[in-house]
């Protein structure tokens, strides 16, 4: 496979449930991303990994936890969630960090809270 | 703190005709990156262009260009005689640098312009 890929591609899952959404990139990349995109909302960064190293975090919600096992791969484990954590959450990587570098999109994992 | 508006909610154009897209942005910062991102109906947002702060010259790639204007904070997006493969939502995004506070890897995005073209 090419690009960057997202599992599942649609995921529908109760408050109490726990559930782990799944990025991974075949471009030889540093850095990966998870945005979060809500109706009628910009992108929101949610978390940033540069060479399995988390680098950012945007205030989100602990009920939403990363994890980067190496460069090519990358978690968001969810649990507890609330329904307005219904959202397409996108994953991206690019080559390193910083202003030079586009990002590379997969397709999202569209997720509904129940 | 950086801003990108996209006023345009939802636009509807027959196909062949021309459309601009507008993006105005707002940054503190001297050197920064502007970009362009397609989303299809599949989700994946695709890379469009980019462009750096310091240079202003229009690109133009295939039916596609783009209007950098530094004076009035604008990057324009146009497509000529538009496709139905055109419609989409197009996103523009503006670079974190020194004042974003969030470090020079953070995209900001608009909230999007979503184009749809009719046969």
């Known amino acids: 496979e090419t690009g960057v890929t997202q599992t599942p591609r649609h995921l529908v899952m109760g408050m109490t449930n726990k559930k782990s959404l799944k990025c991974e990139q075949h471009l030889g990349h540093n850095a990966m991303y998870w945005y979060k995109q809500s109706a009628k909302k910009p992108l929101e960064l949610m978390f940033v990994?540069?060479?399995?190293?988390?680098?950012e975090n945007n205030s989100v919600p602990s009920r939403f936890s990363p994890e980067c096992p190496n460069s090519s791969h990358l978690f968001l484990h969810l649990h507890t969630l609330q329904p307005e954590d219904s959202a397409l959450y996108l994953c991206?990587?690019?080559?390193?960090?910083?202003?030079?570098?586009?990002?590379?999109f997969g397709p999202g994992t569209r997720l509904t809270v129940t | 703190a950086q801003k990108v508006t996209q006023a345009q909610t939802e636009i509807s154009v027959v196909e062949k005709e021309d459309v601009t897209l507008d993006c105005v942005y707002e940054t503190r910062d001297t050197t920064y990156y502007l970009f362009w991102y397609k989303q299809p109906p599949s989700g994946e947002l695709v890379f469009l262009i980019r462009?750096?702060?310091?240079?202003?010259q229009n690109e133009i790639s295939g039916r596609y260009s783009w209007n950098f204007q530094k004076s009035t904070s604008s990057f324009n997006f146009t497509i000529t005689a538009s496709q139905v493969v055109d419609s989409a939502v197009y996103f523009c995004?503006?670079?974190?640098?020194?004042?974003?506070?969030?470090?020079?890897?953070?995209?900001?995005f608009g909230k999007g312009t979503k184009l749809s073209v009719i046969p």
């Open positions: 990994y540069s060479l399995e190293e988390r680098v």
């Open positions: 995004a503006l670079s974190g640098g020194a004042y974003s506070g969030a470090g020079s890897y953070q995209l900001t």
């Open positions: 462009r750096n702060s310091f240079d202003e």
């Open positions: 991206a990587s690019s080559q390193d960090r910083g202003l030079l570098y586009e990002q590379y």
